[in-house]
């Protein structure tokens, strides 16, 4: 058998996980493939640590491969056993401990998520099932009830945010009002989306045009049960960013959520029956059960998805474990949207305005103490007077910031950053400028109080070659070597594995604008700010970041069965 493709290209990312000393991948997901000497192979996401000692980093270099039987190869190994439990990352508390799943308790919920497709959610005198059409405006209803219970319970699930993650209580607090106004934009909007579309009818002005057929249209037809994989750092948003659109498209979705953040899956499938049983269950309805959460290994995800009612899978997280979901997914014919890794690129123009775009820079680095795929993890600079502009200024914004208690996930994710940081200035001869006189290895904060080893200060490196195309996954901010064009940057910009976000600054907002929609290779790329997620706008990258959106229209139709109708004349 000969090779199909070439990936030559280099993983740079996958997620850490829970707490433990062993190499985790909270998003892992196996995939089965063929080898054609062997025959089938059971490959699993695993974590490599090649040259940086710390498996749990999020970014780790992959290998090279001459071809995809290679990487199919690379990546068939069992993934280790995880922790399912929620730690304190401040304290180191573990506030709960989750009794794994058994296989039979995953059958039956799945079993169970499988039976609204062929129930009645409604009396049986308009007797629909939940995936029909005509319960849209229910979906949509239950969407804004999901939103309501949200704003409802803000303090408690934020709470719990910043108990499990870490995240700050402001954040973590925003998380829960960002996700509760997508809720809101689907519950207005879904019925538009899924609106059938006539492309021909001869009793209207569109005339067909295929001999013997008077009207043709398509409609939207859900798969049935969609399996999420989701990471740590927004445990709420990327749920509900998930699950509200496959949701109001008529699907069900049963979620694998990361091992350390399993409070807020369970609050979260908590939220879902709650708002079904306001919608469907105070007129006498049957209640379907639409969304259920999983308290199970990662390993297990490949039965999971290879399960008879699963038709699809959406996932976040780590590079490597969105090529082995992929692969699954492609061996079942089951569709996959993958949201992967970002290594995001900020262009600053010679007539860009320095003080806005390092306001800019600084604010979107820090959400989440850096733990964000689309912060801004490479600034570019056309030449070396921005760039010094750039480093000053960055130096005194950061000066002049509280960072009072930021910390990370845990101290290995801290570790893992630290490592990323020596390997910049010892091996690709970066240089540190903030802190200055070096990195300072913080585990205080500046109000004295003590705080536990994940506290993590920003680090500002310099003179970071284009080539360092390593995804950090922590508070770094990175100034690459100045580019002496502007023909240079846009093409320091591109020379990355990924591609999810980026962003270019520059006075002349249409030069800007023609570079973004034109000149940089991204999912996403925004003019004069730094990159943000909106339920209104379809999120994704290419390349290496990842296959398929979410959020807009396409949030709701990828997973939708476009279904074509064609009605004969000759009748």
Known sequence: MKPVCRLVRRNKAFCFSSHTTKPVDCCSTPALLQNPKRGPVRARTFFTTTRLKSSLLRTSPMPKFSNALELVQSLAQPPPEEVLESRNPRSGEVLQSFAEMTDGEVDQVLTELAKPFAT?????????????????????????????????????????????????????????????GLCLYYANNAEAFLQPVITADAASDIKPTIPGVKKSYYVYEPLGVILSVMPWNFPVWQVIRMAIPVLVGGNTVVLKHAPNVLGSALKCEEIFAKAAERVFGEEGRQVPCIFRALRVQAAKTTDILSHPVVRGVSLTGSERAGRSVAMQAGALLKKCVVELGGNDGYVLLKDADIDCAVDQIVAGRLVNNGQSCIGPKRIICEGETVKKQVEEKLVQKLSEVSTTARVMVHSKAKEGVA???????????????????????????????????????????????????????????????????????????????????????????????????????????WVNAFVKSDASLPFGGVRNSGLGRECGPHGVLEFQNIKTICIADHV
């Not at 409802?152 to 954040?171: D, R, S, V, Y």
């Not at 070597?481 to 846009?490: G, K, R, V």
């Not at 570079?515 to 996403?524: N, V």
Request: overall charge negative; glycine content about 8%.
């Open 419 to 525: 490592l990323q940081v020596k390997e910049a200035v010892e091996k690709h001869g970066a240089n540190c400028i903030y802190p200055v006189g070096g990195v300072v290895d913080s585990t205080t904060s500046t109000e004295g109080v003590g705080i536990s080893a994940s506290f993590a200060d920003p680090i500002v490196l310099t003179n970071v070659p284009a080539h360092f195309d390593t995804e950090i996954f922590g508070p770094v901010f990175s100034i690459l070597t100045a580019a002496e064009s502007e023909q240079q940057a846009i093409q320091m910009h591109n020379q990355t594995s990924f591609g999810l976000g980026g962003a270019v600054f520059s006075k002349n907002e249409k030069h800007a604008e023609a570079l973004a929609g034109e000149a940089l290779s991204t999912g996403m790329c």
């Open 120 to 180: 009645s959610a409604l009396p049986s005198n308009k007797a629909k099932s939940w995936s029909s059409f005509e319960t849209l405006p229910l979906r949509c209803k239950l969407a804004e009830q999901v939103g309501q219970i949200l704003l409802e319970e803000q303090t408690a699930l934020a709470t719990l945010i910043h108990n499990e993650m870490g995240k700050a209580m402001p954040e973590a607090e925003a998380e829960v009002r960002k996700s509760a």
